[in-house]
């Protein structure tokens, strides 16, 4: 029986002849997980060695299929040399030169209003818009005539008694100078100084009279009144504004060195746009300094004929400038970053910087320059000198 439990024994604590002992099982893990740090740096030495997407994407080379890749299509023009006038843009307003504001001359009571002195109104050179009563002023019209007359009929008496004075004396005293005094000479003049005083009395109160019906030497527009019928006005009270047609202008703000393109800026033609109208107009006068916040000059146009835009109206205008020879005029599609222009020279870009003289509704205007087999039109993918492109027609 104790041989029997011995065996027993041993077969429990025993192992197969297959199994391993446990020391040898954990001896194998360390070589293991060196083996899969050395594997992930592997990796990662290998991904950071690779060329990245916009490499492979700005690589004339091949694909990752081994492939050529095909080179990138640009669009050109082929400018055509002229010459050009330039024009300066800008935008402005409709203003009026100076108001005027209207003040009676006189002092009296208003008898009659125009319906054209009104906010808004329109009138004529010389139409009549107001009438202070008269009466005041007939009467001293008609008092210095009275004093007129007076003043010549003592004239004529004393030229009369300066007459019989000299025969008097004559006779008295022949073959004797008459003395001045006995023939009247210092009462005649006198009276002759009398006369032409009261007939300046006799004009002076003629002309108050004639402005008694007020009007203005030009066409204008009004923009407020405040005179009524039986309002009593004083001399040199204002009761109103308004304008001369005449005194209409444009006025609009442009940069130094546009103005520099377009100097001598005084008299050159220009275009006033205001929505669907546009009137026709010349450069009068440019500002004598610039403005403190923009540094822009003002240019005042006026206009062929008078404008039916009220003053404030907001306006686009266009200033012709000299004629340019030899030139380009770009669209803007062509201007690249930088300002450069992108240019194809026998099937591969170069990039060209030429002198800007201006801008137009038609595009940018430049120096015509060397433009070899056309200039690019629009953005171009991964662009350098020296990539290959095809070109195409601007339409393509």
Do not use: C
């Amino acid at each position: 029986m104790a041989l029997l439990g011995n065996r027993f024994n041993r077969r429990r604590s025993g192992a197969g002849a297959g199994d391993r002992p446990p020391g040898v099982r954990r001896s194998a893990v360390g070589p293991v997980q060196i083996l899969a740090v050395a594997a992930v740096v592997l990796a990662a030495l290998f991904f950071s060695r690779a060329p990245s997407k916009e490499d492979v994407l700005g690589a004339e080379g091949s694909t990752s299929f081994g492939r050529s890749a095909p080179p990138p299509v640009v669009r050109v023009i082929q400018p055509t040399s002229a010459n050009r006038a330039l024009t300066v843009v800008t935008t402005g307003s409709v203003n009026v030169r100076n108001h005027v504001g209207l003040s009676p001359q006189i002092t009296g009571r208003v008898a009659v209003v125009s319906p054209n002195l009104r906010a808004g109104g329109s009138f004529a050179a010389g139409e009549e818009l107001l009438v202070i009563d008269p009466s005041d002023f007939e009467l001293a019209v008609e008092q210095a005539q009275a004093d007129v007359e007076s003043a010549e009929s003592t004239l004529l008496l004393q030229q009369a008694e300066g007459d019989a004075a000299r025969l008097n004396y004559a006779i008295l005293h022949p073959g004797e100078a008459v003395p001045p005094l006995v023939a009247h000479v210092p009462q005649i003049e006198q009276a002759r100084a009398r006369v032409a005083s009261a007939r300046a009395r006799a004009k002076v109160a003629a002309l108050e009279l004639s402005r008694t019906r007020f009007s203005l030497p030009f066409a204008g527009r009004v923009t407020e009144a405040v005179a009524e019928a039986g309002q009593l006005l004083t001399k040199g009270q204002s009761f109103g504004k308004a304008f001369a047609l005449d005194a209409v202008e444009a006025v609009g703000f442009v940069g130094q060195d546009d103005l520099r393109r377009i100097s001598p800026a005084v008299g050159r033609r220009a275009s006033v746009r205001a929505g669907v109208t546009v009137l026709p107009a010349s450069v009068e006068r440019v500002s004598a300094e610039l403005d403190e916040r923009t540094r822009f000059a003002r240019v005042f146009l006026s206009f062929d004929e008078v404008p039916e835009l009220p003053p404030g109206t907001f306006v686009d205008i266009e200033i012709e400038g000299p004629s340019l020879a030899n030139t380009f005029t770009l669209p803007e599609a062509a201007e690249q970053v930088g300002a450069e222009i992108w240019i194809v020279d026998e099937g591969r870009l170069d990039a060209v910087r030429p002198t800007v003289l201006g801008r137009d509704g038609a595009g940018i205007v430049v120096d015509a320059f060397d433009y070899a087999d056309g200039v690019v039109i629009g953005a171009v993918p991964g662009a350098r000198r020296g990539l290959s492109v095809v070109t195409a027609g601007p339409d393509a």
